[in-house]
């Protein structure tokens, strides 16, 4: 059964970084995009980024610029390198591949 398992949340100061990392079970993880999305208090879950398996990232027009995703073929890791941090990007992110979900990271940003 494939597993996405998300780590690297906690709480950050507006303007700070983090790196967020969903990790695969499988071989299957390096062979299919692997989708970021994040669900903010009281709001639905929205799209944050994907990266596929060649390492094209795209991204959402709130995050671009600031956050940086790249993957790890070796590992069966995919990393969301989150810079510039604002208390509007507060939420749970969620990796995604293949209509799989983690289980989901908190990523808190307040002073």
């Known amino acids: 059964q494939v597993q996405l398992v998300e780590s690297g949340g906690g709480l950050v100061q507006p303007g700070g970084s983090l790196r967020l990392s969903c990790s695969g079970s499988?071989?299957?993880?390096?062979?299919?995009?692997v989708f970021w999305y994040r669900q903010r208090p009281g709001q639905e879950r929205e799209f944050v980024a994907h990266?596929?398996?060649?390492?094209?990232?795209y991204y959402a027009g709130s995050v671009e610029g600031r956050f940086v995703l790249s993957r790890d073929s070796a590992k069966k890791v995919a990393y969301l390198q989150m810079n510039d941090l604002r208390p509007e990007d507060t939420a749970v992110y969620y990796c995604?591949?293949?209509?799989?979900w983690g289980q989901g990271t908190q990523v808190t940003v307040s002073s």
């Open positions: 995604n591949q293949q209509g799989i």
């Open positions: 499988r071989d299957f993880f390096n062979l299919h995009i």
């Open positions: 990266i596929t398996r060649s390492g094209y990232a």
